[in-house]
């Protein structure tokens, strides 16, 4: 049975940095372009960072871009997202997903 487990998440002050983790079980990694979203407070999950099968092309929204970065370990199966420069509206919880497969989420809290 197919599985994703985040882990990482935490409180961290205003301009620090946070490395989430996601542990793909039951499938190969590389069967599937992978992605991190987060739900904030009050919003709609929206789609933070994208990353092809291969780890060779990503994308990022808007708001995160220049100070997170998405990669992937196919050989360990786990997605890494490495947040740095952190901001109060980061705030949220940040979920993996490959195809149908969503993880349980882990909270990230920016506050000083």
């Known amino acids: 049975q197919a599985h994703l487990v985040e882990s990482g998440g935490g409180l961290v002050q205003p301009g620090g940095s946070l490395r989430l983790s996601c542990a793909a079980s039951g499938f190969p990694l590389n069967w599937y372009d992978m992605n991190w979203y987060r739900q904030r407070p009050g919003k709609e999950r929206e789609v933070v960072a994208v990353?092809?099968?291969?780890?060779?092309?990503?994308n990022y929204a808007d708001s995160v871009k220049g100070r997170f970065t998405i990669s992937r370990d196919n050989a360990k199966n786990t997605l890494y997202l490495q947040m740095d420069s952190l901001k109060s509206e980061d705030t949220g919880v940040y979920y993996c997903?490959?195809?149908?497969?969503w993880g349980q989420g882990t909270q990230v809290t920016v506050s000083s």
């Open positions: 997903n490959a195809n149908v497969y």
């Open positions: 990353i092809d099968s291969t780890g060779g092309s990503t």
